[in-house]
Nanobody
């Protein structure tokens, strides 16, 4: 069992930055690929980014490529999402997720553990 807790969400103006954190407890964090997903009001949850268990590989959704950066610190059992150049369309609840495999995927069904989410609101 893995417990995930997101933090760092909030209200920011367009063009600003936020850094989200996802703290993990339970099983060995370094065994899991991790991902960030988001759900905007009235929309389906969508893939944002994923990082491999070792941290050596990351993939991004097209809408955030070049603006968001995922990273992880396995010694601290924590994953991060640095979000720059934020846009109003980035407004959503952001969820972190853990996959019991070395590499991540954009398919949310393949992630076994999920956090409760943190709200990010970008004002225009």
């Amino acid at each position: 069992q893995v417990q995930l807790v997101e933090s760092g969400g909030g209200l920011v103006q367009a063009g600003g930055s936020l850094r989200l954190s996802c703290a993990a407890s339970g099983r060995t964090f370094s065994n899991y690929a991790m991902g960030w997903f988001r759900r905007a009001p009235g929309k389906e949850r969508e893939f944002v980014t994923t990082i491999s268990a070792s941290g050596g590989r990351a993939d991004y959704g097209n809408s955030v490529k070049g603006r968001f950066t995922i990273s992880r610190d396995n010694a601290k059992n924590t994953m991060y999402l640095q979000m720059n150049s934020l846009k109003p369309e980035d407004t959503a609840v952001y969820y972190c997720a853990a996959r019991v495999m070395p590499y991540g995927t954009l398919n949310e069904a393949s992630y076994r553990y999920w956090g409760q989410g943190t709200q990010v609101t970008v004002s225009s």
